[in-house]
């Protein structure tokens, strides 16, 4: 049976969306997972500009997501910079939301590995080579959509 390469993305979309529900204390989007995931990523915290930017969302979009976030205490806003006219937030990962990412990582490892070794790579060289080889491959893809 041939299937579609979109509909395996599709696929996989919706394994992650499971990954996400299981260890989300509630409902949740996608994209505000990924703002939280990506917010973990910057141990200092980051500006809402910076994870638009970053993100490539627009800034009400990013703020919409970052209320929710607050809301549900996996992150915390602080002001910085009260001397600049404008007024800079900085956004961090609580430890609760911390916590998450740190399960959802453990969960999507595992369905990661689990795919690797359905491919037949099966010894830890193997796997990082082709890891490496599908970030790189995710990079490029990334990069020529711009």
Do not use: W
């Not at 990582?105 to 990661?112: E, G, Q, T, V």
């Amino acid at each position: 049976m041939n299937i579609s390469n979109a509909y395996k993305m599709y696929r996989v979309i919706l394994e992650l969306k499971d990954i996400v529900l299981a260890v989300y204390p509630g409902k949740v989007s996608l994209n505000e997972f990924f703002v939280l995931q990506h917010i973990s990523f910057n141990t200092d915290g980051c500006t809402q500009y910076e994870l638009a930017k970053a993100m490539r969302l627009n800034t009400s979009r990013i703020n919409a997501s970052v209320k929710k976030l607050v809301t549900d205490e996996m992150v915390t806003i602080e002001q910085i910079d009260e001397d600049s006219a404008r007024v800079k937030k900085r956004v961090a990962i609580t430890e609760q939301g911390q916590a998450l990412i740190d399960e959802y990582h453990a969960r999507s490892n595992k369905l990661y590995q689990k795919a690797l070794e359905n491919l037949g790579y099966t010894d830890d060289e193997q796997q990082e080579q082709k890891k490496a080889e599908f970030e790189k491959s995710l990079t490029a893809m990334f990069i020529s959509i711009d």
